[in-house]
C-alpha cells in the first residue's frame, strides 16, 4: 500500500513538472511555424509594386524600371546653372538688351547609371531666367551616351519636368518636356536644352539653355 502511495506521488511530480514544459514548448513552436507558413505564402504570392514598368511596351518599360532604380537606389547629384542663349535671329537687338544671359542657380537630384550606360535622374532646380525672376523646376532625365560606357562621352536625351515662372500662368506649375545634349567627363557634365519660339504670349523667340552637374 505504501508503494502504491509513493508510485502515485511520483507520477504526480512528474506531471507537475513535464506537462508545463511541454505546453512552454508548444507555445513557443507554434509562432514559429505560424511565420513559416507567412514566410511560404509570401514567397509564393508576388509582391505588387506601385508602377508595373514589365507591363509596358519596351521603351517605356525601360524609362520606368531606370526612373524608379534612381529613385531608390540613385547617387547624389549636384545640378549647377547656367547660362541662356538667346537666338539674335528671333530676337531685336532692343529685346535682347532686356535678358538676362547669367541663369545662375542650382538644384539637387539623385542619378543612376543603367548596365548598358545610360544615364537615369531625378531632380529638383532653381534658377534666374531670363526676366531677372526665379524659374522652378522639378523633373526627371535621362541621356544614352557613345561611347555608351565611356567615362568621357557625347549623349542624347530628353527631360520632362513640372516648372513654375511668373511670365506663365501667374506661377502656377505647368508641364513640359525638352530635350538634352550632353558632353561627359568623368562625374562632370554639361548639358544642354533647345527651347523653341512657340508663341508670343509664351516665348517670342528661340533660346538655349545650358547648365551642368556632378554625380557623386
Known amino acids: 500500500m505504501n508503494i502504491r502511495i509513493g508510485l502515485a506521488r511520483i507520477v504526480i511530480l512528474a506531471a507537475c513538472v513535464l506537462l508545463p514544459q511541454a505546453h512552454a514548448q508548444s507555445v513557443s513552436q507554434a509562432p514559429a511555424a505560424a511565420t513559416d507558413a507567412d514566410a511560404a505564402a509570401d514567397a509564393s504570392t508576388p509582391r505588387q509594386s506601385w508602377l508595373a514598368c514589365d507591363r509596358m511596351w519596351q521603351w517605356a518599360g525601360a524609362q520606368c524600371a531606370g526612373l524608379k532604380d534612381a529613385w531608390h537606389d540613385g547617387s547624389p547629384t549636384l545640378y549647377l546653372s547656367g547660362y541662356t542663349w538667346h537666338d539674335p535671329g528671333t530676337y531685336s537687338k532692343e529685346k535682347l538688351e532686356e535678358f538676362n544671359d547669367r541663369a545662375w542657380?542650382?538644384?539637387?537630384?539623385?542619378?543612376?547609371?543603367?548596365?548598358?550606360?545610360?544615364?537615369?535622374g531625378w531632380y529638383a532646380l532653381v534658377f534666374r531666367d531670363s526676366h531677372y525672376k526665379y524659374t522652378k523646376a522639378i523633373g526627371w532625365s535621362y541621356v544614352t551616351y557613345w561611347p555608351p560606357t565611356n567615362d568621357v562621352a557625347l549623349g542624347v536625351g530628353y527631360t520632362a519636368f513640372f516648372a513654375s515662372r511668373p511670365d506663365i500662368a501667374n506661377n502656377w506649375?505647368?508641364?513640359?518636356?525638352?530635350?538634352?545634349?550632353?558632353?561627359?567627363?568623368?562625374?562632370?557634365?554639361?548639358?544642354?536644352?533647345?527651347?523653341?519660339?512657340?508663341?508670343?504670349?509664351?516665348?517670342?523667340?528661340?533660346?538655349?539653355?545650358f547648365f551642368g552637374r556632378y554625380r557623386f
Open 105 to 120: 542657380g542650382g538644384g539637387f537630384g539623385w542619378s543612376k547609371d543603367a548596365a548598358n550606360g545610360d544615364n537615369y
Open 173 to 209: 506649375p505647368f508641364p513640359a518636356a525638352l530635350p538634352l545634349a550632353a558632353i561627359k567627363i568623368h562625374r562632370v557634365e554639361l548639358l544642354g536644352t533647345f527651347i523653341p519660339k512657340l508663341n508670343a504670349g509664351i516665348n517670342h523667340g528661340d533660346v538655349a539653355y
